[in-house]
């Protein structure tokens, strides 16, 4: 049996966790640099506030003023330690807890915890919400894409739980009343193309044979989709490109245009150390990278971001001496790159860097450069990553990514990290 556990509205309901003040009021989180909408309580919803509203639109508004709508900006690195928290409680019921997103887990069960299902998802959904204070909903199917559907199910059910029923009879019926939008792996591209050929629902697309997805020229994807509605494991997890990525990038707006040339430089060593961090915690490493740089609208223009006035990136390749992912080496490449790449007088509104070559660092070794994970600057890296892991990220970094940062993407209305920095930690009062 497979269990998927969705947590709900979950960056506000982060939010609410060392908040209180929030419970039974309408909040929306927003998004980089505060631009719109992307996570919503049940009352912000019940005020027809729609995901992608923009921020300046919602605080010009008369009724989202009237009724107090309460805007925060996305705390990442909260949501991520809830996220983690949740996985690990998770883990004290099955140790095969697979992380789909920062907010949905599937669980691969054994028989012996059946059949009351039902039961389970409640235990499991009170340990999560006792343990990280979370709410969340739980749906039992035999295959993932059923368990996708049965957790859907299961948040229009008061107690947050529903088992797809276990009779071809039970589940057609659930089947045939849900669209095919709604179905994973569907979405609303191909959904109408789907409709000229007779397939409306869940069920009609259960019903076709693979004889079907190949005389229409469909992906195999689609056809595995139709198995498991069946009832049919037929999607697994790809845990071999999880934990080996062909690349990593990294990549920001700013908060403000930039137009010097040591900001720019700053916000790429920022993002080529995270990315160094991200190529260590898969045991990885890179053998070149690309930089980018992306301008602004031209002055005049309504916005500074403004998403309808577009540009190419500018980039920059850089090859490393050998594959690696200490912090050291890699900025020791990279920042002379954006350098190269800045010209004076330009606004600039984004900057990132994408890693590729990327390979298990265990097969990077070879005779003349020796194993890379052995030198100078990948042991100093393993140290700042242990430290960081102890007392905090950003503890310790480079000192060439900057200290003020007024490049960083605009939080304005950003709320306490308590569970990932000492200074924000929760303080009990008599």
């Known amino acids: 049996m497979i269990a998927l556990v969705d947590a709900n509205n979950f960056y506000v309901s982060c939010e609410r966790v060392f908040d209180p003040r929030l419970e039974g009021r ?3 989180v927003l998004s980089n640099n505060d631009g719109c909408v992307i996570s919503r309580s049940a009352e912000c919803k019940a005020l027809g506030v729609e995901m992608g509203t923009p921020y300046f639109k919602l605080q010009q508004s008369a009724a989202s ?15 991520g330690d809830l996220s983690a928290r949740i996985v690990s409680t998770l883990g004290t019921f099955t140790p095969e807890v697979e992380q789909y997103s920062i907010d949905e887990a599937f669980m691969h069960l054994s028989s012996s915890l059946g059949p009351d299902w039902t039961g389970l ?3 499991i959904r009170g340990r999560v919400m006792r343990w990280t204070g979370v709410p969340c ?3 039992f199917a035999p295959t993932r894409t059923l368990a996708k559907i049965a957790n859907h199910a299961a948040k229009k059910t008061d107690g947050g739980v529903f088992a797809m029923p276990e009779t071809p009879e039970g589940r057609d019926t659930l089947l045939a009343a849900l669209p095919l939008e709604e179905v994973w792996g569907v979405g609303r591209r191909l959904a109408p193309r789907l409709r000229r050929m007779g397939v409306r629902t869940a069920l009609d697309l259960a019903n076709r044979p693979p004889e079907f997805f190949r005389r229409h020229s469909l992906a195999v994807t689609l056809e595995r989709t139709a198995a498991e509605l069946r009832g049919i494991p ?7 490109e999880r934990e080996n990525p062909k690349s990593i990038g990294v990549s920001r707006m700013f908060g403000a245009p930039v137009t010097n040339a040591a900001s720019v430089c700053e916000a790429v060593a920022a993002y080529a150390a995270a990315g160094a961090e991200k190529l260590r915690r898969t045991s990885s490493v890179a053998a070149c990278a690309t930089v980018f740089l992306q301008q602004c609208a031209p002055p005049g223009t309504d916005g500074w971001n403004d998403r309808n006035w577009w540009t190419p990136f500018e980039t920059a390749a850089v090859a490393f001496p050998r594959p690696t992912a200490a912090t050291p080496e890699i900025l020791a490449a990279v920042r002379p790159a954006a ?3 800045f010209v004076d007088g330009r606004r600039y509104r984004r900057a990132g860097i994408l890693f590729c070559g990327v390979e298990p660092a265990s097969g990077a070794a070879d005779l003349f450069s020796g194993d890379p994970s052995d030198s100078k600057a990948a042991r100093l890296s393993a140290a700042m990553d242990a430290v960081n892991a102890r007392f905090g ?5 480079p000192a060439s990514s900057g200290t003020e940062r007024k490049w960083q993407m605009k939080r304005e209305l950003l709320s306490p990290c308590p569970t990932t ?8 009062k008599a």
């Open 26 to 28: 309408p909040v929306a």
């Open 339 to 341: 350098a190269r790449l």
């Open 393 to 397: 990220r950003g503890a310790v970094f």
């Open 234 to 240: 037929a999607i697994g997890a790809d845990p071999v």
């Open 121 to 123: 998802g409640r235990r």
């Open 65 to 79: 003023i009237a009724a107090g709508l309460v805007f925060r900006s996305s705390n990442y690195e909260l949501y």
């Open 137 to 139: 909903g739980v749906g």
């Open 421 to 428: 920095r000492w200074r924000e930690i929760l303080v009990a």
